[in-house]
């Protein structure tokens, strides 16, 4: 960590956060170099820590041993363009936080055999609370593949999926994820306002409620149904709630849900591909 220079290309939230996960786990910060061609995000990026920063994308590649790539799908040819020459000469990893963008895409824009890694974290990377897919091509090592877990680690759990195709799952699952418990959140606050709750209390409540069951599921080792199971008494309150649930066709809702997100993220693939 001491001694790993990482760079990145895009200034914006995620790669703050992560830079941010970075420095609390020791990297010194003077082995990070953001660039960004905004000076609003470079100007917000100093404020969090005293990192080099640019506006030129090959002084934040040169001398790195891993470049994140930062920035919106829809500029990531631009920004592969500008880093091609520098990173081919560091010998650098690339690790892309960019939707919908292929390995295959990646390779061509930065140069065959180069090492990459292709990721997907969420929005609960900003709390340090994210969860991270990640698939590597194969020009990657057991060593690069280390360098990615400890960049995306900085913010969350980590875990590598084999098959880059798998990427569009997650992209439904967790990627698009933290909007699903928003929604259902606000559906709960919404119920309990109409049954004469304030909307305060019912927010403080269900928030509450949400963040100790995520707790009670990440920390322990009884699985999910378990889990549910003991909250649910025979002929109680929790009990006809499930059963509405279940005769709404809940689990149908859910599984069409996330099979249209990712059906989403392999047609936009194909788009910025």
Same mark, same amino acid.
């Given at each position: 960590m001491k001694h790993l220079r990482v760079g990145f290309i895009g200034a914006g939230?995620?790669?703050s956060s992560?830079?941010?996960g970075l420095l609390e786990q020791g990297?010194?910060?003077?082995?990070?170099?953001?660039?960004?061609p905004t000076p609003e995000a470079i100007e917000r990026l100093r404020q969090l820590a005293p990192v080099g920063t640019t506006q030129d994308n090959a002084e934040?590649?040169?001398?790195?041993?891993?470049v994140v790539l930062s920035v919106k799908p829809q500029v990531m040819a631009e920004a592969a363009a500008s880093i091609r020459e520098p990173l081919a000469a560091s010998g650098a990893m690339a690790v892309s936080i960019a939707a919908g963008i292929t390995l295959a895409s990646l390779e061509a824009?930065?140069?065959?055999?180069?090492? @990459?890694?292709?990721?997907?974290?969420? !929005?609960?990377?900003?709390?340090?609370?994210?969860? /991270? #897919?990640?698939?590597?091509?194969?020009?990657?090592?057991?060593?690069?593949?280390?360098?990615?877990?400890?960049?995306?680690g900085a913010v969350g759990s980590v875990c590598w999926v084999p098959e880059e195709s798998q990427i569009d799952t997650v992209t439904a699952l967790s990627g698009s994820g933290p909007a699903y418990f928003f929604l259902f959140l606000e559906a709960m606050v919404d119920a309990a306002e109409e049954l004469g709750l304030d909307r305060e209390t019912s927010k403080q409540l269900a928030v509450q409620t949400a963040l100790g069951s995520a707790r009670m599921a990440a920390e322990g080792d009884i699985d999910l149904q378990e889990l549910?199971?003991? @909250?649910?008494?025979?002929?109680?309150? !929790?009990?006809?709630?499930?059963?509405?649930?279940? /005769? #709404?066709?809940?689990?149908?809702?859910?599984?069409?849900?996330?099979?249209?997100?990712?059906?989403?993220?392999r047609e936009l693939a194909g788009e910025l591909g």
């Open positions: 939230n995620m790669a992560i830079i941010g990297m010194p910060a003077e082995n990070i170099c953001a660039s960004d934040a590649v040169n001398g790195a041993d891993v824009a930065l140069g065959e055999g180069t090492p @990459v890694v292709r990721c997907m974290p969420n !929005t609960p990377a900003l709390l340090r609370e994210g969860a /991270a #897919a990640l698939h590597a091509n194969g020009a990657c090592g057991p060593a690069q593949r280390e360098i990615a877990e400890v960049i995306l549910r199971r003991r @909250v649910t008494s025979p002929g109680g309150t !929790t009990e006809r709630a499930i059963q509405s649930f279940e /005769a #709404a066709g809940l689990r149908e809702i859910v599984s069409a849900a996330i099979r249209a997100a990712a059906e989403r993220s």
